[in-house]
Nanobody
């Protein structure tokens, strides 16, 4: 069965760092665009970062550029989001997403990131 299992979320102080990880199984990971989305209370879900299947091209939401880095390891079927210099406005549920060229889409369960002093 298809699984996207996330880890690394939690509570962190402003200016701190977290590394989210998503472990995938049950599909051909190297054929899928991987991305991270987030959704804060009362707001729409938004794309945070994306990375292409094999070339490793990346795209970031403007507010996280220079602070967040998305990466993938196709040998381990994992995608990560390194988050540095975290701000309270980064507080949200973060979701791992996989999408194929044919638009087959899978979502992780979501993990809470809270940035607060």
């Amino acid at each position: 069965q298809v699984q996207l299992v996330e880890s690394g979320g939690g509570l962190v102080q402003p200016g701190g760092s977290l590394r989210l990880s998503c472990a995938a199984s049950g599909f051909i990971f190297s054929s899928y665009v991987m991305s991270w989305y987030r959704q804060a209370p009362g707001k729409q879900r938004e794309l945070v970062a994306a990375i292409t299947p094999t070339s490793g091209d990346t795209n970031y939401e403007d507010s996280v550029k220079g602070r967040f880095t998305i990466s993938r390891d196709n040998a381990k079927n994992t995608v990560a989001l390194q988050m540095n210099n975290l701000k309270p406005e980064d507080t949200a549920v973060y979701y791992c997403k996989a999408m194929s060229a044919r638009l087959v889409t899978y979502w992780g369960q979501g993990t809470q990131v809270t940035v607060s002093s």
